[in-house]
């Protein structure tokens, strides 16, 4: 017999859910937990199941609410729930070293970051004074297992660099406390101890297998189609634009390749980095007001570049730590900070990283003020609770992977949508994009295909080599892929899914953004069908 859905298990699930994921809940703007590190004794997999099988238990026996919001709170919780059962019983955090190294890392950092301001200075020391034991509880819960090789590379780099960090530059963060030096040399020593210990772990293929991954794509991103329907897809796609490239580039040069005119785009840049900082909010600025036809951004939530506090540049690069990190919804303040990264020694090859085209690209419109800084802004107002706080980046990742299709696929898709602005890209930016977009869709093939067993990881990396990310980003990418399986086709499936939902729309282009954007970090999928049920669509 059904029963009437209780909004209140909302709570229920966030208690249970951040009881296993403090570091998360310091990320969403959750206070509470700030000074405890996740659960990782013998027992912890088996209470979160429990945990799990109850709450799914009250949830199956309600009805669909009615209310937008409650609907969608709903079906999130019991997708997430689905999902985290079947990891919890076949592919366990618990045996990735780099969840560890990462968890520790963050239950500090997320605590240092402008976004915790002021610093809850009691919640930090006992983090700090928890990690020797949750490092020490680590090493005993991997002892016997077997773990892909990335993954222990991965954690000993984040550890030997938090290690560093503990014992120096962390004095260089504006509120430090003399009562934060022993607990921070302590857990240095912890860093390091883990690392150490990593050595000795035995190999193992890292595929999740072609069931778990049907999992995450039905019941995480709301798909309806099947890894090798995927495959096929984005197959047909990649081979379709490696020639669009090509014509394209005949087009603006026929004495160069596409690749030339690409590498070509390095050249144009600011005079100094005073000039590249400035060009961050320039072309975020020119952005917005070349696209405020085709989206309203949100200029009423502030976003604030400034040059990497001196703090984390060291960290910065081995660790996952973002120039760019969603406010904490719960506790979002008067806006957000983005890093920009200062100039080392070799200047040349700070401003040629930072040429016109990859800040207009990837910094003003991807991640700044049209692209993810509105999509977060507009996701605090969601209907649905959990959809305001899904998309929270969090020590690995995103908070709840169904978020992706719509966050990164919103990302994607808008830098293509300020094409539809006449003037703002050059016909070589263009060709960016252009590249941009084959990359996604080989990104779709390495997820799939690593994941089903069809390629190694060395196949996986030559293939990604083959598409043209940059040789010093392929191993790490790959390593990525491997850990968090699904968390790489949402960026193009999320774009093509946007631009069928856009032909669809029986309103302009503005209300179709403004509508995408309004129902928060849910899967896309789910987007459509709540936009086919309001009658919006044809």
Avoid at 49 to 66: D, S, V
Wanted: with cysteine; proline share 5%; charged share 20%.
């Amino acid at each position: 017999m059904s029963v009437s859905y209780d909004p209140a298990i909302v709570d229920e699930f966030l208690s249970h859910y951040w009881a296993f994921h403090p570091v998360d809940a310091t990320f969403m703007g959750s206070k509470d937990y700030d000074d405890v590190l996740p659960l990782v004794g013998p027992q912890t997999l088996s209470r979160e199941l429990e945990g799990i099988a109850a709450l799914q238990a009250k949830l199956e026996k309600t009805e669909a609410p009615q209310g937008l919001g409650d609907r969608l709170d709903r079906r999130m919780m019991l997708a997430e729930l689905a999902v985290q059962q079947a990891a919890a019983t076949s592919r366990p955090r618990l045996h990735n070293p780099a969840w560890y190294s990462g968890e520790a890392a963050f239950s500090i950092i997320s605590l240092l970051l402008p976004q915790s301001a002021p610093i809850r200075h009691q919640g930090l020391i006992a983090r700090l004074n928890a990690i020797q034991q949750f490092l020490t509880d680590a090493a005993e819960r991997l002892d016997g297992v077997a773990v892909p090789k990335g993954w222990c590379l991965r954690a000993q780099r984040e550890s030997v660099a938090m290690a560093g960090f503990l014992r120096s530059d962390i004095k260089l963060h504006e509120e430090f406390a003399d009562e934060w030096a022993e607990p921070a040399r302590r857990a240095a020593d912890a860093f390091d101890k883990f690392a150490s210990m990593l050595d000795f772990l035995t190999d193992k293929n890292p595929a999740c297998g072609e069931a778990h991954l049907s999992l995450i794509m039905s019941q995480t991103h709301g798909l309806t189609m099947s890894p090798r329907e995927a495959i096929d897809l984005a197959q047909a796609a990649y081979d379709r634009m490696g020639d669009e490239l090509v014509e394209m580039a005949k087009a603006i040069d026929p004495s160069k390749s596409w690749q030339d005119i690409i590498a070509g785009l390095a050249d144009i840049h600011p005079a100094d980095a005073e000039a590249v900082h400035d060009s961050y909010m320039l072309w975020d600025v020119t952005a917005i007001a070349a696209g405020h036809e085709l989206v309203t951004p949100a200029q009423e939530y502030d976003l604030d570049y400034r040059w990497t506090a001196p703090c984390f540049r060291k960290i910065s690069q081995p660790l996952y730590f973002l120039f760019y990190r969603s406010p904490p919804a719960l506790n979002a303040g008067a806006g957000s900070v983005y890093w920009v990264t200062p100039p080392g020694e070799d200047e040349e090859a700070f401003l040629r990283g930072n040429n016109t085209a990859t800040v207009k690209t990837i910094h003003s419109v991807h991640h700044g003020g049209v692209g993810h800084h509105t999509q977060n802004a507009r996701a605090r107002v969601a209907a649905s609770r959990l959809a305001r706080i899904a998309g929270t980046d969090c020590a690995l990742g995103l908070a709840f992977l169904g978020a992706g299709t719509l966050i990164e696929g919103w990302a994607c898709y808008v830098e293509d949508l300020l094409m539809e602005a006449p003037g703002f890209y050059t016909p070589a930016e263009i060709l960016l994009l252009k590249q941009y977009e084959r990359r996604n869709a080989a990104s779709v093939l390495v997820d799939i295909k690593l994941h089903i067993g069809d390629w190694s990881l060395d196949e996986a990396m030559a293939f990604y080599r083959e598409a043209g990310f940059a040789p010093s980003r392929v191993e790490g990418e790959v390593v990525r892929n491997s850990m968090l399986p699904g968390s790489r086709l949402m960026y193009w499936i999320g774009v093509e899914g946007i631009k069928a939902l856009r032909q669809r729309w029986k309103g302009d282009t503005l209300s179709f953004h403004d509508a995408l954007l309004s129902y928060g970090h849910v899967p896309l999928a789910w987007i459509g069908q709540e936009m086919e049920r309001a009658g919006q669509l044809t």
